[in-house]
C-alpha cells in the first residue's frame, strides 16, 4: 500500500496536467510543494507512513462489509452495501482520514477530488433515506473495532474443505 500510495501521487499530477484541470492544479501543488522543504529521508518516511495509514483506512472500511461472490447487477447498491464511511470526530482526524471516511461518496464518484466528499455526503445520505438503502456509517472506533472482530471471528472459523490454500 505505501508504494500504491506513492502511486497515486504520481497518477494524481498526472491526471491534472493531462486532462487540464487547472482549478485543481493549485491545491494539489501546495499539498505536494511541501514535501520539497523536507529532507528526502523524511519525506521518502512520509510517503510510506502515509501509505501505511492510507491501507489501515482502506481495510477498515471495507473488510467487514458484504463480500459478493457473483456479479452484482445494481451497480449503486453494492457500492451501498460494501462500505462503510467513518465519521470523524474533530479536525485533526477529519485530516487524518485525508477524505477516505467518505469511502461511499469515494465509490460513487472517484473521480471527484475528495475535499468535496464532505458536501456530498448529506445528500447521498437523504438520497438512500428516500430509497429505504442503508448507509453505513460508524465513529472511528467502532469502525476499528467491527474489523477486528471480523478478523477474530474469521481467525476462529474453521478451515472450509477444498478451499484454495494460503500459502
Not at 36 to 47: D, E, F, M, N, Y
Not at 128 to 142: I, P
Request: net charge positive; proline share 5%; glycine share 4%.
Amino acid at each position: 500500500y505505501s508504494i500504491l500510495f506513492a502511486l497515486w501521487r504520481f497518477n494524481s499530477l498526472k491526471t491534472v496536467i493531462s486532462s487540464r484541470l487547472w482549478r485543481e492544479a493549485a491545491p494539489l501543488a501546495l499539498n505536494y510543494l511541501w514535501l520539497a522543504c523536507l529532507p528526502v529521508p523524511v519525506a521518502i518516511g512520509h510517503i510510506f507512513l502515509a501509505g501505511l495509514i492510507s491501507a489501515i483506512i482502506v481495510t477498515v472500511t471495507h473488510q467487514s462489509e458484504d463480500m459478493f461472490d457473483g456479479l452484482q447487477h445494481d451497480w449503486v447498491l453494492a457500492q451501498f452495501r460494501s462500505t462503510r464511511n467513518a465519521r470523524t470526530s474533530n479536525p485533526f482526524s477529519e485530516w487524518l482520514w485525508g477524505g477516505m471516511q467518505y469511502q461511499l461518496e469515494h465509490h460513487l464518484f472517484p473521480t471527484m477530488p475528495r475535499y468535496r466528499y464532505r458536501r456530498l455526503a448529506p445528500r447521498l445520505k437523504q438520497w438512500a433515506a428516500e430509497q429505504g438503502v442503508e448507509y453505513r456509517e460508524d465513529s472511528e472506533a467502532e469502525v476499528l473495532l467491527r474489523n477486528f472482530r471480523m478478523l477474530r471471528d474469521v481467525a476462529h472459523e474453521p478451515a472450509v474443505t477444498g478451499a484454495p490454500a494460503t500459502r
